[in-house]
């Protein structure tokens, strides 16, 4: 092997796809309920999006962020208007981790302070101001441990103010539903209190959207559900089902520089494109609505099934057992042909399918659960 091994690689070998399907080497159809970590928001191959880069393709791919590029610009009005966000400039990237650390790097430059609020159990990406926010030593550097990060718990008001009072803290970063921690959940209450003590503290809040942003729970934006308006939103992940974009929406409130940021690839024309795709089949197809109608469906179906806990929103949701799912997880995929994730908590599968799922589609995997606990 001549690869880097740093995953532990299941042994499929996706050759295409088509919906909710994905088909390896030997024709083997799989049922794909995890959406490559929560990517694959339209679904594989969707025509509307084959169309659209293969267009942009034929037109141009790329050029640099130096000279107009039309397609940003329209995509960043039809993510605000689809979103309701309002108030808000984009700067495009290309990936999660690279909008975390442009947020954070925003927010110290902009209050001059250095220290950060994260959450126990979070998860925000692998480079380095990200992982110092991602709750878990085993992935930390000597480097990442320059950065200055505080893990709190949820709904402790009480233990953020005690942080915020010291005046050394630049921003608080939350994800609205944990993802690789495991679905857990802030309560409403809780999020306009930090809202509110940022405010009162010049801190900057960062609302990580990365993997519950662009439709997945049900609303655009997972933290629209408590009705606050973050300083910045970090978005990946299913805004482009598959081609590399993310990016960050900030708070006019906050001023641009020129300068300040930048980024050799991000919002290129083929990722304009494909996110433009994105948005278009989400709003034509109503996937928002279908997150919604999906989920009340999954906790029905599951609730027939004992000793299974639901958690989470829309379709980003963890199924949380009375014993480690490895071998759950393994026999889902070798013996009945359906992808479903791992999470940082043993006991929960993660279900993230693409947007587009239907009834009959969760029903195979209600039957396969059935046979094998
Ligand atoms: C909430 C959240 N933030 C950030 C990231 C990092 O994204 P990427 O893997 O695209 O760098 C992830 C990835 O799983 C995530 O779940």
Redesign the pocket.
């Known amino acids: 092997m001549s690869l880097f091994e740093v995953y532990p690689l299941y042994n499929v070998k996706p050759k295409y796809g088509e919906g909710c399907y994905v088909y390896d080497d030997k024709n083997i159809k799989y049922l794909d309920l995890y959406g490559g970590?929560?990517v694959i928001s339209i679904g594989h191959s969707h025509p509307v999006y084959i169309n659209a880069l293969t267009k942009q393709l034929n037109k141009i791919g790329f050029y640099s962020n130096y000279i107009v590029n039309e397609l940003q610009e329209k995509l960043s009005k039809k993510i605000i208007k689809l979103s309701g966000v309002k108030e808000y400039k984009m700067f495009y990237c290309n990936?999660?981790?690279?909008?975390?650390e442009n947020a954070l790097k925003l927010a110290s430059y902009k209050t001059k302070k250095r220290r950060i609020i994260a959450f126990k159990n979070s998860?925000?990406?692998?480079?380095c101001a990200?992982i110092a926010c991602t709750d878990n030593n085993k992935i930390q550097s000597k480097l990442s441990s320059q950065v200055d990060v505080s893990f709190l718990p949820f709904d402790q008001t009480k233990l953020i103010e005690k942080e915020l009072i010291k005046n050394d803290v630049c921003a608080i970063i939350i994800?609205s539903i944990?993802?690789?921690g495991g679905l857990d959940e802030p309560t409403t209450k809780y999020m306009k209190d930090v809202e509110s003590l940022c405010l009162k503290y010049g801190a900057l809040l960062i609302a990580?959207e990365?993997?519950?942003g662009f439709g997945r729970t049900g609303d655009f934006f997972a933290f629209q559900k408590h009705k606050i308006n973050p300083d910045i939103i970090?978005i990946?992940?299913g805004m482009g089902n598959g081609f590399p974009i993310?990016g960050i929406l900030v708070s006019d409130k906050i001023k641009e520089e020129h300068g300040l940021l930048g980024s050799t690839f991000g919002g290129n024309h083929l990722a304009c494109s494909s996110s433009l795709a994105v948005l278009n089949v989400i709003k034509k197809e109503k996937l928002m609505k279908n997150a919604s109608k999906m989920e009340k469906y999954f906790r029905k179906s599951i609730s027939k099934i004992n000793g299974i806990k639901v958690k989470g929103r829309g379709l980003m949701l963890g199924l949380e057992f009375n014993f480690e799912v490895k071998n759950l997880r393994d026999d889902l995929i070798y013996k009945k042909h359906i992808f479903t994730g791992g999470s940082s908590n043993k006991n929960l599968l993660r279900i993230l399918p693409p947007l587009n799922i239907k009834r009959n589609d969760l029903d195979k995997f209600f039957k396969a659960l059935n046979e094998l606990i």
């Open positions: 970590h929560a990936s999660g981790a690279e909008a975390i998860f925000h990406g692998r480079s990200a994800e944990q993802g690789v990580d990365v993997q519950s970090t990946a992940k993310g």
